[in-house]
């Protein structure tokens, strides 16, 4: 069974960065990965996309609120996604999760809705102070 494993999280101050890694684990069949995102829920809020990549590395969406701050990248080689995050804010503060949507039909105006994703992680907790 295929594992997302979460890492990189933590506290920081407001102005300051971290990078998130999310690692492939298990076993593995030959359905596809399609695309990846990282996904973010606060205390008592609705899970929200963060960032997405299709497996190719070739298309990128971000949400407004992150736009210009986070970078996310799929390095294939390590079997490895990042989410890079500079300029961090308190409202930023959430436990961030990793997806991946394997087979099926990668769709670019569905790459942040979290019905699209079908393998999860079990996330990470960032904190950001003021």
């Known amino acids: 069974q295929v594992q997302l494993v979460e890492s990189g999280g933590g506290s920081v101050q407001a102005g300051g960065s971290l990078k998130l890694s999310c690692t492939v684990s298990g076993y593995s069949d030959s359905t596809p990965y399609m695309g990846w995102g990282w996904f973010r829920q606060a205390a008592g809020t609705e899970r929200e996309g963060v960032a997405s990549v299709i497996n190719n590395n070739r298309g990128t969406n971000y949400a407004d609120s992150v736009k210009g701050r986070f970078t996310i990248s799929r390095d294939n080689t390590k079997n490895t996604l990042y989410l890079q995050m500079d300029s961090l804010k308190p409202e930023d503060t959430a436990m961030y999760y990793c997806?991946?949507?394997?087979?099926?039909?990668?769709?670019?105006?569905?790459?942040?809705?979290?019905?699209?994703?079908?393998?999860w992680g079990q996330g990470t907790q960032v904190t950001v102070s003021s």
């Open positions: 997806a991946a949507k394997r087979g099926g039909i990668w769709y670019p105006h569905l790459a942040l809705y979290r019905a699209n994703y079908n393998t």
